[in-house]
């Protein structure tokens, strides 16, 4: 199993860029997770899809973010435009959601570290 | 919604002395409770989880203890080792409803030699 596996590792641009993450999460899963970790807020839910939907999007902190998961293997974290204040670690977490049975243990791909300058 | 409180923020021990810390939950629909160890510049990564119908859970030196009545449950990790050293996270969903999980912010367990 090659695991949540997230693109790129490291990014930096210059603020007003648009940035592009990308995620692929393991194979069966079909709930995935962005989210956003800074020292002083920790871990936040940032979006969450079940079977390609997005279920929540309370946690994007503004129009400027979007998301989006065209298939069952891949999604997109967008932000247009970047600010300094969007640097942080992005990750990406996926499981597997039964309705009946109830969420399976998320497993974190290895996260973007984004550096708007 | 939910909301997860984690303490404390830093716990310092010496090896093989026994580390606990304790999360407390808002939503009593919440039955699903993870925690997870994240290592500097490392994802986050499962190291036990537990759910509502059992009061605890244990797997080698670490164990989980669930209070349902009084919405809380912690983390023990006994004869503690360096390579225990990492931020500790808790976390609870209510599956059922299909949402996400919450985090709590985190502990960082020091463990000295």
């Known amino acids: 199993d090659a695991g949540v596996i997230q693109s790129p590792r490291h990014e930096v641009t210059e603020m007003g860029q648009e940035v592009t993450l990308r995620c692929k999460p393991i194979s069966g899963h079909n709930s995935l997770f962005w989210y956003r970790q800074t020292m002083m807020r920790g871990l936040e839910l940032l979006i969450y899809f079940n079977n390609n939907v997005p279920i929540d999007d309370s946690g994007m902190p503004e129009d400027r973010f979007s998301a989006k998961m065209p298939n069952a293997s891949f999604s997109t974290l967008k932000i247009q435009p970047s600010e300094p204040r969007d640097s942080a670690v992005y990750f990406c977490a996926s499981s597997f959601f039964r309705p009946t049975g109830g969420n399976q243990p998320q497993h974190f791909g290895d996260g973007t570290r984004l550096s708007i300058l | 919604g939910e909301n997860v409180e984690q303490h404390p923020s830093t716990l310092s021990v010496q090896e093989g002395d026994s580390a606990v810390i304790k999360c407390t939950y808002s939503d009593s629909a919440s039955n699903y409770f993870p925690w997870y160890k994240q290592e500097l510049g490392k994802r986050p990564q499962l190291i036990i989880d537990?759910?509502?119908?059992?009061g605890e859970k244990k797997d080698q030196r670490i164990a989980v203890t669930l209070n349902k009545t009084a919405k809380h449950f912690s983390l023990h990790i006994t004869e503690t080792q360096p390579e225990d050293s990492a931020v500790y996270f808790c976390?609870?969903?209510?599956?059922?409803?299909?949402?996400?999980?919450?985090f709590g912010k985190g502990t960082t367990l020091s463990v000295s030699s």
């Open positions: 537990i759910r509502s119908n059992v």
């Open positions: 976390a609870a969903s209510d599956p059922q409803a299909g949402t996400a999980l919450i």
